[in-house]
């Protein structure tokens, strides 16, 4: 079983569409929860992060953590085509400070 | 601010011969990291440099991958003898002290493909 599962998509949505981005984890040691974006042949980019359970809000973008699930999500709202990228979810237990990748949800946002 | 820089972008060899790959990470980013995406699966953590030191190198494929940070500044990372199943994209991130250590930020990456 992956630490991290993501559903690769493609995900493909209208422009101004609210985007739920999703990923479940099984190391309950994870503590910080990072949600990166990649635009083809680019590294990925450091979007958000949220510590431990909550919610955290950045512009258009949340990303919520339920650890009792072991749940992450990110929401975009009115979404835009030039959200069109793979959003990778990567959590991390900071005693081994690297970062478990999902495999990325492909994201497209239609003008 | 200049971001995590690698090179190069892509190199094309044939199984058994020798790559370096470097990495320049932020300037006054103590931690280094590289990562690698074979085809079709995510990218998986290889080491951990803190300054010129091995934090962490449990990722490391075998003992054909050397990785080193002289002087805490850049990286390289050598593959030798390639093998077909390296094929795939090396990235390089970095990140402050402990404080921030979450806060990884990675570089274009570069395309290795063995043939």
């Known amino acids: 079983q992956k630490e991290v599962e993501q559903d690769p998509g493609p995900l493909s949505v209208p422009e101004g569409a609210i985007v739920s981005l999703n990923c479940t984890y099984s190391?309950?040691?994870?503590?910080?929860f990072m949600w990166y974006r990649q635009y083809s042949r680019k590294g990925p980019e450091l979007l958000m992060y949220?510590?431990?359970?909550g919610n955290k809000e950045d512009g258009r973008f949340t990303a919520q953590v339920d650890k009792s699930s072991k749940y992450i999500s990110l929401f975009i709202r009115d979404s835009q085509p030039s959200d069109s990228a793979t959003y990778l979810c990567?959590?991390?237990?900071?005693?081994?400070?690297?970062?478990?990748f999902g495999t990325g949800t492909r994201l497209l946002v239609s003008p | 601010e200049a971001g995590v820089t690698q090179f190069p972008s892509h190199s094309v060899i044939e199984k058994g011969q020798t790559v370096t790959l470097r990495c320049d990470p932020i300037?006054?980013?103590?931690?280094l990291y590289w990562y690698r995406r074979v085809m079709g699966k995510e990218i998986k953590f290889l080491l951990h440099?803190?300054?010129?030191?091995?934090?962490?190198e449990s990722g490391m494929p075998n003992n054909r991958f050397l990785a080193e940070r002289t002087g805490g500044t850049y990286s390289t990372l050598k593959v030798q003898p390639a093998e077909l199943e390296d094929s795939g994209v090396y990235f390089c991130?970095?990140?402050?002290?402990?404080?921030?250590?979450?806060?990884?930020?990675f570089g274009p990456g570069t395309r290795l493909t063995v043939t």
């Open positions: 991130a970095s990140s402050q002290g402990r404080d921030r250590l979450y806060e990884q930020y």
């Open positions: 190391n309950s040691a994870f503590q910080y």
């Open positions: 949220t510590y431990s359970s």
């Open positions: 990567a959590p991390m237990n900071t005693g081994f400070q690297k970062l478990v």
């Open positions: 300037s006054g980013h103590d931690n």
């Open positions: 440099f803190v300054k010129e030191s091995k934090q962490d």
